[in-house]
C-alpha cells in the first residue's frame, strides 16, 4: 500500500466545501503535528482535510462502477468502468478509489490522534472533542465502507504514520477480512454516537457528519456482515446491531411521511431535512469552488450545438452551455418492469424522462434518459453544481424493512416497506410469502434509490450481482454469451492496483482475478 506522509502545511490549507461553515485558521508557526493542534480551528481544519478525498471519489466514473454495472442501468460510455475493462494492471476508477480511500484513511487517524491531544491538554472543551472525534470516525468508517465495499477484504489499520518505522509496517499490511474491518468501525462508531447531539445531519453546522452518519453507517456495515459473516454470535446478530443503529435514525428523523418527495430526492435541492450524508459541491472558500460532472452522463443525449435543445427537444432550465456525454440509461428491465411509465409510482417522473413538457425525446422508444432527479440547471459545460445524495433517511427506512425480513418478523417489515411505497404513491404490499417479501424489498430499494450509488453494493452484498447484471443488463459487455461479454464473477469487486501489490511487497494479492486470467 502506497502511503505518502501528510504535510501540517497541505493540511492546513484543505478545506471541505461546507456551507455556512467558517474554516478560517491561523496558519503561522506551524511545523510540526506537537505544535500543530493548539486550538479549535487548527483541529477543525485537520477535520475539514478528512472531507476532501470523498469529492475525488465521487464522479461520473463513480456512477458508472456503483449503478451502471448493474440490472438496472447501463451506459454505452467509453469509460472502460462502464464496460467492465477492468483488470490488477489496469484498475480504472478503482485506482482512484484505493489511493483517495487509503489518504482519507490517513488523515482521519491523524485528525483522532491530534485531537484526543488537544483534548487531553485542555484545548478542547468537552463539546467540542466530541464533535470532532464524532466527524473524524465517521469519516474514517466512511472511507473504510467504500474501500471494503469496492474491493472487498482491504488492509486495515487506526495507526497514526508518525515515523517510518510505523509507515513501513502499515504499507506492508495484507488484506484483512471485510467483515472484521466492518466490526471494528462498528465498535469505533457506537463509542461517540450517542455523546454528540442527537440531530438530522441537516440541523448541524454545515451539514457536517454527526450521529445521524454514525448510526448509519453502523447499519450499513452491519447489514453487509449480515449476509457475509459466517462467524456471527447468531443468524440474526447484525440484523440486530443494524435495527438498534437504526432505531436511533427513526427517534431523530421521525416518520418519513413527512418529507415531500420531490424536494429531498433532487441532486440540485441541497442538505433537505431527509438527508443523511451529501457531498457538498459549489461553495466557495479561498477561490475554491468545488464541483463534479455526474451530470454530464445523466442528461438526455445529444445536445444541438449551441442550443438547448437535448435529443430533439429544447430543456430550456438546462441551458445552452452544457456538456453531455454517452448517457446512464435505466435498463429495460427498470424501466418497463420494476417502474413503468405509466404506473402510479410518482419517482419515475423523477427517475426517467420520456418527454419534456409534453414533448417526446427522439431515442426513447425502448428505454427513457434519466430524469430530472440528477440534472443540473444551467451547467456550464462539465461544472455540475449539485450535490450528490450518498445517504438519505428513506435508504434507512427501507434497512429497517430489511432488517425485520431477515429476522421473520415479516408484519413489521411490510410496515416499513409501505412507508417508501405510499410516499411514492403505489399504495401498501400485500404480504405473501417470505421469499417475495425480501424481493419486493429489493425491488423497492432500486426504484427508490435509483441512481443514488447503491445498487451494486446492495447486489453484492446479496451475493447476486453476477446473476442479475448478465440477466437484466441492455449492455453486451455485461451480457452472458455475447462476443463482446467481459464480465466475470469476479468483477463484483475491483482489483487492487497492481502498482498497490508491488508497494506492498506483494503481501497484497488479487487471486480472484488471477483465476479468471486477469
Request: charged share 25%; hydrophobic share 35%; net charge negative.
Given at each position: 500500500m502506497k502511503i505518502k506522509y501528510l504535510l501540517i502545511a497541505t493540511l492546513s490549507l484543505a478545506t471541505f466545501s461546507l456551507s455556512s461553515c467558517t474554516m478560517e485558521e491561523d496558519t503561522s508557526g506551524m511545523s510540526s503535528p506537537d505544535n500543530f493542534f493548539r486550538k479549535f480551528s487548527e483541529c477543525q481544519s485537520v477535520v475539514n482535510s478528512c472531507y476532501i478525498p470523498i469529492k475525488n471519489i465521487y464522479t461520473y466514473q463513480y456512477m458508472l462502477a456503483t449503478e451502471c454495472c448493474t440490472d438496472i442501468a447501463y451506459a454505452p460510455s467509453g469509460t472502460l468502468d462502464a464496460r467492465l475493462d477492468i483488470s490488477p494492471a489496469v484498475p480504472r476508477h478503482g485506482s482512484t478509489v484505493w489511493t483517495q480511500g487509503y489518504i482519507g484513511v490517513q488523515r482521519c487517524n491523524f485528525a483522532i490522534n491530534g485531537i484526543e491531544r488537544a483534548f487531553k491538554n485542555a484545548v478542547l472543551t468537552s463539546e467540542q472533542y466530541h464533535q470532532l472525534l464524532c466527524e473524524a470516525k465517521c469519516l474514517r468508517a466512511?472511507?473504510?465502507?467504500?474501500?471494503?465495499?469496492?474491493?472487498?477484504?482491504?488492509?486495515?489499520?487506526?495507526?497514526?504514520?508518525?515515523d517510518n518505522e510505523v509507515l513501513l509496517r502499515i504499507q506492508v499490511l495484507p488484506r484483512m477480512d471485510a467483515n472484521e474491518t466492518r466490526a471494528k468501525c462498528i465498535e469505533d462508531l457506537q463509542s461517540i454516537a450517542s455523546l454528540v447531539p442527537q440531530t438530522r445531519t441537516s440541523d448541524n453546522e454545515g451539514d457536517r457528519m454527526g450521529a445521524a452518519c454514525a448510526y448509519m453507517l453502523i447499519a450499513k456495515m452491519a447489514l453487509w456482515n449480515a449476509y457475509t459473516d459466517t462467524k456471527a454470535e447468531s443468524e440474526t446478530y447484525w440484523f440486530d446491531v443494524a435495527l438498534e443503529a437504526l432505531q436511533h435514525l427513526e427517534d431523530i428523523y421521525g416518520p418519513l411521511s413527512q418529507y415531500s418527495y420531490e424536494e429531498n430526492v433532487m441532486f440540485r435541492n441541497k442538505n433537505t431535512p431527509e438527508s443523511i450524508f451529501e457531498v457538498q459541491h459549489t461553495y466557495t472558500q479561498g477561490g475554491l469552488v468545488y464541483t463534479s460532472n455526474v451530470a454530464c452522463i445523466c442528461t438526455p443525449y445529444p445536445r444541438s450545438?449551441?442550443?438547448?435543445?437535448?435529443?430533439?427537444?429544447?430543456?430550456?432550465?438546462?441551458?445552452?452551455?452544457?456538456?453531455?456525454?454517452?448517457?446512464?440509461?435505466?435498463?429495460?428491465?427498470?424501466?418497463?418492469?420494476?417502474?413503468?411509465?405509466?404506473?402510479?409510482?410518482?419517482?419515475?417522473?423523477?427517475?426517467?424522462?420520456?418527454?419534456?413538457?409534453?414533448?417526446?425525446?427522439?431515442?426513447?422508444?425502448?428505454?427513457?434518459?434519466?430524469?430530472?432527479?440528477?440534472?443540473?440547471?444551467?451547467?456550464?459545460?462539465?461544472?455540475?453544481?449539485?450535490?450528490?445524495?450518498?445517504?438519505?433517511?428513506?435508504?434507512?427506512?427501507?434497512?429497517?424493512?430489511?432488517?425485520?425480513?431477515?429476522?421473520?418478523?415479516?408484519?413489521?417489515?411490510?410496515?416499513?416497506?409501505?412507508?417508501?411505497?405510499?410516499?411514492?404513491?403505489?399504495?401498501?404490499?400485500?404480504?405473501?410469502?417470505?421469499?417475495?417479501?425480501?424481493?419486493?424489498?429489493?425491488?423497492?430499494?432500486?426504484?427508490?434509490?435509483?441512481?443514488?450509488?447503491?445498487?451494486?453494493?446492495?447486489?453484492?452484498?446479496?451475493?447476486?450481482?453476477?446473476?442479475?447484471?448478465?440477466?437484466?443488463?441492455?449492455?453486451?459487455?455485461?451480457?452472458?454469451?455475447?462476443?463482446?461479454?467481459?464480465?466475470?464473477?469476479?468483477?463484483?469487486?475491483?482489483?487492487?492496483?497492481?502498482?498497490?501489490?508491488?508497494?506492498?511487497r506483494y503481501n497484497l494479492d488479487n487471486k480472484e482475478y488471477a483465476m479468471y486470467g486477469l
Open positions: 466512511f472511507f473504510y465502507y467504500t474501500l471494503t465495499s469496492f474491493f472487498g477484504d482491504v488492509p486495515f489499520y487506526f495507526d497514526d504514520v508518525t450545438a449551441n442550443s438547448a435543445i437535448y435529443d430533439g427537444v429544447e430543456i430550456p432550465e438546462l441551458g445552452d452551455n452544457m456538456t453531455v456525454w454517452s448517457a446512464m440509461r435505466p435498463n429495460v428491465y427498470f424501466c418497463q418492469g420494476l417502474q413503468n411509465r405509466r404506473g402510479a409510482d410518482i419517482r419515475r417522473n423523477y427517475n426517467m424522462a420520456w418527454e419534456y413538457n409534453g414533448v417526446e425525446f427522439a431515442n426513447v422508444n425502448t428505454r427513457p434518459w434519466c430524469g430530472p432527479k440528477f440534472w443540473c440547471p444551467n451547467m456550464q459545460t462539465s461544472q455540475d453544481g449539485n450535490n450528490y445524495k450518498v445517504f438519505r433517511y428513506a435508504d434507512a427506512v427501507l434497512m429497517i424493512a430489511e432488517c425485520y425480513c431477515g429476522k421473520g418478523e415479516y408484519e413489521t417489515a411490510v410496515r416499513y416497506l409501505d412507508m417508501t411505497r405510499v410516499r411514492a404513491g403505489i399504495g401498501n404490499y400485500t404480504y405473501r410469502t417470505p421469499a417475495r417479501l425480501e424481493e419486493e424489498i429489493r425491488n423497492e430499494r432500486a426504484r427508490e434509490l435509483f441512481g443514488e450509488f447503491q445498487r451494486k453494493f446492495d447486489l453484492v452484498r446479496w451475493g447476486i450481482w453476477y446473476e442479475a447484471t448478465t440477466a437484466n443488463s441492455d449492455y453486451a459487455y455485461l451480457q452472458l454469451n455475447t462476443e463482446q461479454s467481459l464480465i466475470k464473477p469476479c468483477h463484483r469487486y475491483y482489483p487492487i492496483p497492481d502498482t498497490e501489490v508491488a508497494y506492498s
